[in-house]
């Protein structure tokens, strides 16, 4: 399969668009997630991969892969050390796509989402390689 990324700036038409594609899954099951995970805060060389959506006639085409990849990218390419991504116990399918990925969970949030108290905020990390000195004034902000 040959699939091309490109980076858009954020404007109306680009947020309708995206807007477009449903962020709909089926909960068939909920991940049981377990104490004792270390909290990820406070880091300047991190990027968030945020709301991953993929077309329902595209998924299991790679698409999503290749989105990962090329965050991964962008996010080395401007000096963070870490990708942290968002997710829920509810969406197990996204837990196996960031495990496998080479994901590893970091942070377990109960009560991220009040209004939907059965609902657990998962925060997923991958190291990116090399990380720069912690003192370093380069951020990966740009």
Known sequence: ???E???EPVTRDTLAEHAKIPIAFVVDRILEVTPGVD???GRDDVAVLWDVRVAP???GAGVGSALFR???SWAGAHGCGKL???TQNINIVACRFYR???CTLGRIDRFAY???PDEVQLLWWKALGAEPPRNSAATCAG
């Open 39 to 41: 909290l990820l805060a």
């Open 5 to 7: 990324l490109t980076h």
């Open 114 to 116: 009040p209004e939907l």
């Open 84 to 86: 942290k991504i968002e």
């Open 57 to 59: 006639a595209q998924r």
């Open 100 to 102: 496998k990925m080479g």
């Open 1 to 3: 399969m040959g699939l």
């Open 70 to 72: 090329a965050a991964e």
